[in-house]
C-alpha cells in the first residue's frame, strides 16, 4: 500500500531563514508521481510542483527548490529566504495507478505547517 | 473555463439532516473525487468515479453517497449528518490525457454539523 510520511508537523522559522520540508513516500510500483501542494490560510490547494519517477532531477523555481531521492523514497522541499506569504500547510502527495479501482490513486501525508514569522 | 467549482462554500447543519454538495468540471475530465480534510489528517478520499454513471468507495466511504449522472457533475449527500462529518469538503477532477496523474481541485466547501 501507498503511504506518505511528512514527519515535520509544525515549523516555525523567522523571515529569511532557509526551511526544508520533509516528504518520504513508500510504493511498490516502479511508474508513479510526486507531488506538493500550498494551502494558504485562504484554504485553497495550490499545485507546486509534479515529478514522476523516471525523473530524478532536482527542480528550482524562485526560491523553491525540491530534492528527488529515489534511494531514499524522499521528495524533500526547500523554501530559500523565506518570506511571511510562504505560511501554509504543505502537502505532498503520491499518485500512482490503482488497478482494483481503476483510477489513479493520490494518497496525502498529514501536511507540514509552516509558519514565517516577520 | 472556470476548473472545478464547489457549491456550496459554506454550509452548517443540524444533527440528522441531509444534504447534497455540488462539484462541477468544465474540463471534460474523466475522473472525478470528493475527499476530507479533517486537522492533522490531510485529505482522505471519500468517494470517486472513473466515468458518467460510474462511482465507486475510496478510503473514508460510510455516511455518503455519490452520483455521476452527468460527466460534468458530481454529487455528495448527506443522507443524515453527524457531527463527525464536520469538515472541509474538496472536490477534484484529472484528465486521462498527459497528466491523468495530476488532480485539479475545487476551493472547498467548509461543513459544520451541529
Known amino acids: 500500500a501507498q503511504k506518505v510520511t511528512q514527519a515535520q508537523t509544525e515549523i516555525s522559522v523567522v523571515e529569511k531563514e532557509d526551511v526544508t520540508l520533509d516528504c518520504v513516500y513508500e510504493t511498490r510500483d516502479t511508474t508513479y508521481y510526486l507531488f506538493w501542494y500550498k494551502q494558504p490560510p485562504s484554504g485553497e490547494l495550490v499545485f507546486l510542483i509534479r515529478?514522476?519517477?523516471?525523473?530524478?532531477q532536482n527542480e528550482i523555481s524562485g526560491r523553491y527548490s525540491w530534492n528527488f531521492q529515489k534511494s531514499t523514497s524522499s521528495f524533500n522541499f526547500t523554501i530559500t529566504a523565506s518570506q511571511v506569504v510562504d505560511s501554509a500547510v504543505y502537502f505532498c502527495?503520491?499518485?500512482?495507478?490503482?488497478?482494483?479501482?481503476?483510477?489513479?490513486?493520490?494518497?496525502f501525508g498529514k501536511g507540514t505547517l509552516l509558519t514565517v514569522n516577520p | 473555463n472556470a476548473g472545478v467549482t464547489q457549491t456550496p462554500k459554506f454550509r452548517v447543519l443540524k444533527t440528522g439532516q441531509s444534504m447534497t454538495l455540488l462539484c462541477a468540471q468544465d474540463m471534460n475530465h474523466e475522473y472525478m473525487y470528493w475527499y476530507r480534510q479533517d486537522p492533522g489528517m490531510g485529505l482522505r478520499l471519500i468517494h470517486y468515479s472513473v466515468g458518467e454513471g460510474t462511482t465507486a468507495k475510496g478510503e473514508v466511504p460510510d455516511g455518503y453517497n455519490v452520483s455521476r449522472l452527468k460527466k460534468q457533475n458530481f454529487l455528495l449527500g448527506l443522507e443524515s449528518a453527524a457531527p463527525s462529518q464536520t469538515s472541509v469538503y474538496f472536490c477534484a477532477s484529472s484528465n486521462l490525457g498527459d497528466f491523468p496523474h495530476e488532480q485539479y481541485f475545487g476551493p472547498g466547501t467548509r461543513l459544520t454539523v451541529t
Open positions: 515529478r514522476n519517477s523516471f525523473d530524478e
Open positions: 502527495a503520491l499518485s500512482e495507478w490503482s488497478s482494483g479501482g481503476s483510477n489513479y490513486k493520490l494518497t
